[in-house]
């Protein structure tokens, strides 16, 4: 089994910055794609910035030139950095990893760390 353990949500005031980590714990999982997504209250699931193992990264349109996403793999731990953040970006952030177990693809989902931005 595999267990994502997130850290760094917390309070903001916009235009703050806040990093946020995921670090994957647990045997027999080869990690391909690192990922967050965010969710607000009323609102779907969104993907905010993903990460390949070979350090390629997307991120959506929202978050460009403000989120950086990147990962250590040695320490299977993928980060966000979150600047110049706007009340929008208030949401519920979830790690999302993809990989390999027992040959089967498996994605695991972390418990969710809030992010509010607010004065």
């Known amino acids: 089994q595999v267990q994502l353990v997130e850290s760094g949500g917390g309070l903001v005031q916009p235009g703050g910055s806040l990093r946020l980590s995921c670090a994957a714990s647990?045997?027999?999982?080869?990690?391909?794609?690192m990922g967050w997504y965010r969710q607000a209250p009323g609102k779907q699931r969104e993907l905010v910035a993903v990460?390949?193992?070979?350090?390629?990264?997307n991120y959506a349109d929202s978050v460009k030139g403000r989120f950086t996403i990147s990962r250590d793999n040695a320490k299977r731990t993928v980060y966000l950095q979150m600047n110049s953040l706007k009340s929008e970006d208030t949401a519920v952030y979830y790690c999302?990893?993809?990989?390999?177990?027992?040959?089967?693809?498996?994605?695991?989902w972390g418990q969710g760390t809030q992010v509010t931005v607010s004065s």
């Open positions: 999302c990893v993809d990989g390999v177990q027992a040959g089967w693809p498996k994605r695991y």
């Open positions: 647990g045997s027999g999982f080869s990690i391909n794609i």
């Open positions: 990460v390949t193992s070979g350090g390629n990264t």
